[in-house]
């Protein structure tokens, strides 16, 4: 790119990464802030990803003898105090309901009718959740018992920034019990594997997985694993959890059965869940100076059909063409569901392309009266340059476009991949690692150098002090001993011996 080039979105990642991301939300039209401090409104087409992200982990969890349920959204306070270490994990996050209706004072509306126990809105489920997984489980004929819930959350964040972090966002909880240790863990990898399958073959995203050091673990996990994206910033974001409870929620709620030997015994319980959070990582994974970046496999849509007229006599003649073209890719099936094809008439000249290429409609395709004469039409790629369009045949086009869709998801994955190999780097010099995260550029004090495979004693104070001076988190202890490494070494704090190595990384 020429510096005298202007793209689409000002200012570009390299001159204000964090506004860059505010604004391709914005040119891509996938959300915006509400009225309502720290929440988003999300607009039909980001909508749309999470639809399509819903759908086919839904598939995926029904495939696992998941069934879906829905609690409600006001857990009573008792509930969160029956388990101390949870509660407090959450304590500074949660929003409390204390009154329940209104009425009129000096002309304006305060609140009365204050509740005898305050209602925390829902930040996770675990606890009401279990409430009646304690009166559904009785007997060990009765497991396992595998749910998932599509909800909203409400979590008093202090900072926020759309999709990333909200007071308010959507995801999904799923919840299980069983009557082993061994089930539960299990049933919990699963899940995780489940996260990067969606991860890496419909989201494009390469992700390490791992387990969270005790520190970072969910309140009230005897483990966490976790899935962990780089970002176009180097940084990390954790894009799903999967978490073994161990028995600390079942004693918490009682939730009890009888095993095979007649005996009563506490139930073995796992959550784990991704949120609209995904679409943010999608974002920072994939979008350009240009706009948004869509994998096809999770697109609102696959193509949109530009008609050209020169003139008005034009118009019914490509029209005719167009409605013909797009009835032909809607028989087609893409990533299990219908062609999604967009048909944009709108007369604004080169506008109405540079609407879809923010967009990051995977496929644009511009059709005039020349296109027709030819039996062709003139078709641009979003993961290319937006110059680079050529002519191709009707029938050859209807033919491949889902090859074209599947090169196009093939080449957002490698792209995504190399970038994040390019900046993961084994260092055990204790100078070496705190260089590699000082950023290089004053100007973008947040860009630093990635993901760093080195050896950690375990010890809580030295990853403490690591946070502290770095501002850097141990993401994930991975499970892929090409990360890992196959022996012990030197902890990168202490210099004390360590078994393996962890990603740091500075993190969402």
Request: a neutral charge; one cysteine or more; hydrophobic letters at 40%.
């Amino acid at each position: 790119m020429g510096k005298s080039e202007t793209r689409a979105i000002q200012p570009t990642r390299e001159e204000n990464y964090s506004e860059w991301y505010q604004q391709v939300i914005k040119a891509a039209d996938l959300a915006e802030a509400s009225p309502v401090r720290g929440c988003m409104v999300i607009k039909p087409w980001g909508y749309e990803v999470w639809e399509n992200i819903r759908h086919v982990l839904d598939g995926m969890f029904k495939a696992e003898g998941v069934k879906n349920a829905y609690f409600p959204l006001f857990i009573p306070m008792e509930f969160l105090q029956k388990e101390a270490e949870h509660v407090e994990g959450f304590a500074t996050e949660c929003a409390v309901v204390t009154h329940h209706r209104l009425e009129k004072s000096d002309g304006k509306l305060v609140p009365a009718g204050e509740l005898a126990e305050p209602l925390i809105v829902r930040p996770t489920s675990e606890t009401i959740i279990g409430e009646s997984f304690s009166r559904w489980v009785k007997s060990y004929r009765d497991l396992p018992v595998l749910i998932n819930q599509w909800a909203n959350v409400v979590r008093w964040e202090m900072r926020t920034r759309i999709f990333l972090r909200t007071s308010e966002f959507l995801w999904q909880e799923g919840h299980t019990v069983h009557a082993s240790a061994d089930e539960a863990m299990a049933l919990a990898g699963r899940m995780l594997d489940l996260y990067e399958t969606l991860a890496r073959d419909y989201l494009a995203i390469p992700v390490i997985k791992g387990r969270k050091s005790e520190s970072e673990r969910f309140p009230g996990a005897v483990e966490t694993m976790c899935i962990e994206a780089m970002m176009q910033d180097r940084k990390a974001l954790q894009a799903g959890t999967s978490h073994f409870l161990g028995r600390n929620f079942a004693k918490a709620s009682n939730i009890l059965f009888q095993s095979e030997r007649g005996r009563m015994e506490l139930a073995w319980t796992t959550s784990w869940g991704v949120s609209t959070r995904l679409i943010g990582g999608l974002i920072m994974s994939h979008a350009d100076d240009d706009g948004m970046v869509m994998p096809p496999k999770i697109a609102p849509a696959h193509v949109v059909l530009l008609p050209i007229f020169r003139k008005d006599s034009d118009r019914q003649p490509v029209m005719e063409y167009v409605e013909n073209l797009a009835a032909r890719l809607r028989e087609k099936q893409y990533a299990g569901r219908r062609l999604g094809v967009e048909i944009d008439a709108k007369e604004t000249g080169g506008a109405r392309g540079w609407e879809w290429i923010k967009k990051g409609i995977p496929i644009r395709v511009e059709i005039g009266p020349k296109d027709m004469a030819k039996g062709a039409v003139f078709m641009g790629r979003r993961d290319t340059s937006h110059r680079d369009r050529k002519s191709v045949g009707t029938d050859l086009f209807v033919d491949t476009v889902t090859d074209i869709l599947d090169d196009i998801q093939y080449k957002t994955y490698q792209k995504a991949l190399e970038f994040r190999e390019a900046h993961t780097v084994f260092i055990d010099a204790r100078d070496g690692f705190y260089d590699f995260f000082t950023p290089s550029n004053p100007q973008q004090p947040e860009i630093h150098g990635g993901f760093a495979l080195s050896h950690w004693c375990g010890s809580p104070e030295c990853e403490k002090k690591i946070k502290d001076e770095l501002s850097v988190t141990i993401r994930c202890i991975p499970y892929d001993r090409n990360l890992a490494g196959d022996g012990p070494g030197r902890c990168i704090c202490c210099g004390k011996e360590s078994p393996c190595r962890v990603v740091f990384a500075k993190a969402y």
